[in-house]
């Protein structure tokens, strides 16, 4: 369900990698509680548009707005700690799960969560790596322990990329499903996975042709 007031807004947004073109005068608004699907095929540079929200790259012309800010150098660091980015290659480090855990808990800056991870790590199915070192995780777990850690943070906004495609079709649906359950949390996935593009509670928007397919 879309929300009334835009998280993520693209103004004229253009931006080029070695001379090609990758977004060519995009204008696209994502609103608070929106479930939005990014499609189109392998390359054409979908996960470019989270790294402008996020300030990790920087549009040639045009601008981009999160919640009423727009995203620089001055703002970027801002931005970054209200949205989670989860995609398919998560890099949590080294040590066991637990210590994992423990100093994520124990930072300052989080000392107001109540970061209790079992109830999420029994539900993601992930009870039983607790012990295992992070570096023996399959890709899969690695992507569930980074969604655990997400949502613990209290993160309202999730960029999702190709964040189900380690898992077994249970898993997805188990995923999809509860990410697209949460109406106050806005959702930006890119995957070609049908769990997400086939789903009636998202808004599919073709990357390539600048159109909302529904």
Known sequence: M?????????AGVNLSF??????????????SGDKVVISGKS??????????????????????????????GKTAWKVRREIALIDQDVSLGSGSVESFLEFVSEL???AHLDFSPHKLMKFFHLQGILHKNLKDLSGGERQRLAIVVSVLLNRKVFFLDEVT???????????ADYFLGRQDWTCVVVSHDPVWLE????????????????
């Open 43 to 72: 390359g054409c540079g979908k996960s470019s548009l989270l790294s402008l929200v996020l300030g990790f790259v920087k549009p040639d012309s045009g601008k981009v707005v999160f919640s009423g800010v727009a995203v620089d």
């Open 165 to 175: 495609s380690s898992l077994d079709a249970n898993l997805k649906n188990k995923v």
């Open 2 to 10: 879309s929300g009334t007031s835009a998280v993520i807004e693209f």
């Open 108 to 110: 300052k800056v989080n």
């Open 199 to 214: 789903s009636p509670s998202v808004r599919v928007f073709d990357f390539e042709e600048k159109v909302w397919k529904h």
């Open 18 to 31: 070695s001379g090609k073109k990758v977004i060519d005068d995009l204008s696209l608004v994502i609103n």
